[in-house]
């Protein structure tokens, strides 16, 4: 080949985005099995696999658990405490001194902090005393669940710590249009809309699966209704039993499945003797739960985003939800899914209801509720965050950008670095 036909066709090809070397704080992480924890290892996950060197800046977890690499390029492990009423989660402590060594010496071209515990804010206060781009994540409405735990009176102080934790970072990254708008009422700044990722491939109807329905003690056309998600007081779980008696009066052979635990679990299944609780689950074992089921209720009225709805949709469930978060994103009332109005728990049940009654409904909701979804595949939505990241590193010099990244706004001063 002639050197300058090699030349130009060497310019024409694109230029590979750089690889980052970036911390990621988190609280939580797997073999926790929360959303938050899931949500975290893929993004680690994938951005391992785009080249880039990820530091994982979590608690030690029981059992004589070690830096396993499980995800991360490296991992650096603090001491943390079960938090409680969920004994098997953890609480990182704050490590700061230990941050300031580690960042000093190995310095990251950014950390992203993932959680606002007290390790998230260790991590906060060290990345910005050595004048490190910092972004963060809004990924659970901490302030909401206080009336669920008779300590509503603390709705204003969370909110307050959580602005004031948020409006340290550089951006604030948020997976939904109305809670940017939520919070920026509240007096958040620098809030991105980065949505959140659900794997297609792991999540598909092709896991059905006939010797689980059997182990579930169903018929192969017998309908099946799953719920997923903590067993905890924040997710509504008086909703979900109103909702399933409706469904039972209507449909007698409906079989209700709960995949999660949590404190709430002896209570449902008192209210609910006949349901199946399988317990928390991830991975595999949990997609085949979710594409052996044929309808979908999720109650919960606190979610920032709810990664069981787009896994449910992928998984080709017709879902019923309340007209919020990821829900008011991905589903088209009555096309790929059932809505209802936020906080209306009369018109959730009357449309429970109107699900288990027509097989018709249920099947058109179920035939269209894959494709929804796969414009969530998580390669785009790593592809949303590295934008958002190169273009804080191209303000460090400075102040932080007003950044722009598919054509979504922060606003609001910007702080010192």
């Excluded at 704050?94 to 300031?100: A, E, F, I, T």
């Excluded at 019923?320 to 991905?330: G, R």
Aim: hydrophobic letters at 40%; charged letters at 20%.
């Amino acid at each position: 080949m002639d050197p300058s036909t090699h030349a130009l066709l060497l310019e024409q090809l694109p230029l590979p985005r750089p690889s980052l070397r970036v911390a990621v704080v988190t609280e939580t992480y797997p073999p926790e099995v929360n959303g938050v924890a899931l949500t975290v290892q893929q993004l680690v996950l994938r951005l391992q696999a785009r080249n880039h060197a990820i530091q994982l800046v979590r608690p030690r977890q029981p059992a004589g658990d070690g830096a396993t690499g499980n995800g991360a390029s490296d991992e650096l492990l603090g001491r943390g405490l079960p938090i409680p009423r969920y004994p098997q989660l953890r609480l990182g402590l704050p490590m700061k001194r230990v941050l300031l060594s580690h960042w000093s010496q190995r310095r990251p071209d950014l950390v992203h902090v993932a959680t606002e515990g007290p390790l998230g804010w260790s991590a906060l206060q060290a990345a910005r005393k050595l004048r490190l781009p910092v972004s963060t994540d809004f990924r659970t409405n901490f302030h909401a669940y206080s009336r669920h735990y008779g300590v509503g009176w603390l709705r204003q102080p969370i909110a307050a710590y959580l602005r004031k934790f948020h409006n340290l970072a550089h951006c604030t990254m948020v997976p939904t249009p109305e809670l940017q708008r939520e919070l920026g009422a509240m007096g958040f700044e620098r809030l991105l809309v980065v949505a959140r990722g659900v794997d297609t491939e792991r999540f598909s109807p092709a896991r059905r699966s006939a010797a689980l329905r059997a182990q579930w003690g169903v018929a192969p056309d017998q309908p099946v209704v799953l719920s997923v998600g903590r067993l905890a007081p924040e997710k509504n779980l008086d909703l979900l039993v109103s909702s399933w008696r409706a469904m039972r009066q209507v449909c007698p052979v409906l079989k209700l499945v709960v995949v999660g635990d949590g404190p709430e679990r002896a209570a449902l299944q008192q209210a609910c003797p006949d349901a199946l609780l399988v317990g928390a689950l991830h991975g595999d074992s949990l997609a085949q739960h979710y594409a052996s089921a044929d309808l979908f209720v999720f109650t919960s009225l606190t979610e920032t985003y709810g990664n069981v709805t787009p896994e449910a949709l992928a998984s080709g469930l017709a879902l019923l939800a309340f007209d919020y978060a990821a829900a008011a994103e991905l589903v088209r009332h009555g096309d790929n899914g059932l809505l209802a109005p936020f906080g209306d728990a009369a018109a959730f049940v009357r449309r429970a209801a109107d699900l288990a009654a027509n097989p018709m409904l249920a099947q058109h909701l179920r035939e269209r509720a894959r494709s929804t979804t796969l414009a969530q595949d998580w390669s785009q939505i790593v592809g949303q965050v590295e934008a958002v990241w190169e273009q804080l590193l191209r303000q460090r010099g400075g102040e932080p950008a007003q950044f722009n990244p598919g054509g979504q706004r922060g606003g609001g001063p910007q702080p010192g670095a």
